[in-house]
């Protein structure tokens, strides 16, 4: 059994608070306006190297505390094409391609190593006033790939973080709140003190020192830290080609993931690059444009069981197992609903089972806890599996509840259940989130048969 703690480069924030451009010497007293150059077309080499040591925490079985030493090493080297700017409203995208990707995870006594697959092919990266997202056009992202791919310090948001009126040297400044939050991949800061300093600028470079404390939250869980770094900026360039961050965060634990106690150091180096082939014009004008809602799904493919699916991103994955996949739909930091997946045992081909027969399946499981069935239907999926949907509501531990039951087959006998519980006033925030998870699901080739099953579980089995 593996719990999937959904450990990531990015579980500690790291900020960068540097990148500064000069018109002309840098002479004593005189204020410079500070401002970046993106130039679409134009392309740079990022560097990362990430280390982390600490503490993770977990509630092992709901109630109990557990923590668990904790050290992340990871590296990233990419090359960033930038494709899109615009100022108002303001926003940035840009196209990479990620030459190496690595991190090593120490939980505990576990290990995990992660590198990103060969194959992946070039993600897209865009940043708007209300949004960052990282996708791959030609493919969904899995989570593994996108949490060891999507760190703090993003090269396309730094520049948020500079005064918006010229300053000159000994000059400080106070971040903003909303781009500090959107750098961390908080979705709030509720206090900082965070303040960036111009020390001096040596032979067209110019020198940062930044510090203070955050407090702040992402998804629905408080998160504390204190930080302080340093900074180095071309002027010729009007590039960042290096800066350090250290820092200390306190976050608590969140209904999907852990909290932690660290101590980190992120290190990242820039450079004005070549494009390289494969960010050519030739390579892109072959990319999808109109990715819409789909470059926000993420793939799922079971490391234990024999099928695939798709999530949107409020989906998370909490348990893989051969007999059971766990999800938690985790919205603004409330738990919204629980998802179930379990592989059923074979019929024989072409055999299906009818949709009365589940609601009585359905109704048996259930038992005491049955109210009624408030909907039944049939239908298909695009894969072209056959679908049977059955909600039900009824009462559980004095509350309310509803449940959405799926039973999922295709011609050649293969069989799969998916049973999703949330309280009842809970129905309008968890609108249709079922409806990806089911038509894109996929068997994939058995590993090893199933094992016999008792009459009665066929279709229910791990539904509740």
């Not at 560097?47 to 509630?59: F, H, I, M, P, S």
Request: charged fraction near 25%; glycine fraction near 8%; aromatic fraction near 6%.
């Amino acid at each position: 059994m593996r719990n999937r703690w959904n450990l990531s480069m990015r579980a500690p924030s790291l900020v960068v608070l540097t990148c500064l451009t000069f018109h002309g010497l840098p002479l004593r007293g005189e204020k410079y306006h500070l401002d970046s150059r993106w130039e679409v077309g134009s392309c740079r080499q990022v560097q990362v190297a990430l280390e982390v040591r600490g503490e993770l925490r977990l509630n092992a079985d709901g109630q109990r505390l557990v923590s668990l030493p904790l050290e992340v090493e990871g590296r990233l080297q990419y090359a960033e094409r930038i494709m899109n700017v615009e100022q108002q409203p303001w926003q940035r995208q840009a196209v990479r391609s990620y030459s190496h990707a690595m991190a090593k995870i120490k939980a505990g006594q576990g290990v995990v190593n992660r590198r990103l697959d060969e194959n992946q092919g070039p993600i897209m990266a865009l940043v708007k006033e209300d949004e960052s997202l990282l996708f791959c056009p030609n493919r969904p992202l899995r989570r593994e790939t996108l949490d060891l791919i999507d760190v703090q310090g993003n090269s396309l948001l730094v520049d948020r973080l500079l005064p918006t009126e010229p300053i000159k040297v000994g000059d400080q400044w106070h971040p903003e709140e909303r781009w500090l939050a959107r750098l961390f991949g908080w979705d709030l800061v509720t206090h900082s003190d965070v303040t960036a300093r111009l020390v001096s600028v040596e032979k067209r470079v110019a020198l940062l020192e930044f510090g203070g404390r955050m407090e702040g939250s992402t998804g629905g869980v408080a998160s504390e830290l204190e930080l302080t770094g340093k900074g180095n900026f071309d002027l010729d360039q009007r590039l960042l080609t290096w800066y350090a961050v250290s820092l200390r965060e306190k976050r608590a634990i969140g209904h999907a993931e852990p909290g932690f106690e660290v101590t980190a150091r992120l290190r990242m180096a820039l450079k004005a690059a070549a494009v390289p082939p494969e960010l050519a014009d030739s390579e892109l004008a072959q990319l999808p444009t109109n990715t819409g809602r789909s470059a926000d799904l993420l793939s799922f493919v079971s490391d234990h069981a024999d099928f695939q699916l798709l999530h949107d991103r409020r989906w998370r994955s909490m348990l893989d197992r051969h007999d059971l996949s766990v999800f938690r739909l985790v919205d603004r930091g409330d738990l919204i609903a629980q998802g179930n997946v379990s592989e059923l045992p074979e019929f024989e081909a072409g055999r299906h089972l009818s949709l009365s027969e589940f609601q009585a399946d359905v109704q048996q499981n259930l038992g005491e806890q049955f109210g009624q069935i408030v909907e039944a239907s049939q239908s298909e999926s695009p894969g072209g599996n056959r679908i049977l949907r059955v909600v039900v509501s009824g009462m559980a531990s004095e509350l309310s509840i509803q449940w959405i039951y799926y039973h999922i087959s295709d011609d050649q006998g293969r069989r799969a259940a998916m049973a999703f519980t949330f309280e009842s006033d809970l129905i309008e925030r968890f609108g249709d989130a079922d409806r990806t998870l089911v038509e894109s699901f996929e068997f994939r080739a058995r590993r090893k048969p199933l094992e016999a099953r008792h009459p009665t579980e066929d279709g229910l089995r791990s539904s509740r």
